[in-house]
């Protein structure tokens, strides 16, 4: 697996898979949610009605990851997966890493072999970059998977910092 880090936009990213760093609702939100629904548009939010509709109704847990189409994206599907909120008084790091994992075990089943990722609950959900970072680069590189192409998409250079320091 070759994984490399861009510094810019991950809606603007060609791969298979790009992962979204969604709330429990599959609704959209703000951040990476929203921008991946804005710039996907409504075929993305009509999937993901379908899933609330089906499998789940009371939303999709932390850690876990489901796919839909990309609709007008570069990419082939769109990953949701959302990540824990981070907590000093309880350690979420499993959660984080299932993240990571549940995205690329989804990817393998489509048959994905290029994922883009965003640092996953680094943004508003409060965790510290450099441990987000950590978990990420180390769950990826230990993970079981067909997909050869990992990209670490980063908004802003303290983003890409501190995921360099973990490659």
Request: proline share 2%.
């Amino acid at each position: 697996m070759e994984i490399t880090l861009v510094q810019g936009d991950i809606t603007e990213q060609r791969a298979d898979a790009i992962v979204n760093a969604a709330n429990s609702s599959l609704m959209g939100g703000g951040g990476v949610d929203g921008a991946i629904h804005r710039r996907g548009g409504p075929e993305i939010l009509e999937e993901c009605r379908k899933l609330r509709a089906s499998r789940y109704g009371k939303g999709l847990r932390t850690g876990q990851a489901v796919a839909t189409t990309a609709g007008r994206l570069a990419a082939r599907w769109v990953i949701h997966t959302v990540g824990p909120v981070h907590a000093r008084s309880e350690d979420r790091s499993a959660l984080l890493a299932s993240c990571y994992r549940e995205s690329l075990r989804v990817a393998d089943e489509l048959g994905a072999t290029s994922v883009a990722f965003p640092a996953i609950s680094a943004g508003i959900y409060g965790w510290p970059v450099d441990d987000a970072a950590r978990i990420a680069v180390e769950t990826v590189r230990a993970a079981e998977t067909n997909v050869a192409d990992v990209r670490f998409v980063l908004l802003d250079g303290a983003a890409y910092a501190a995921f360099e320091a973990r490659l």
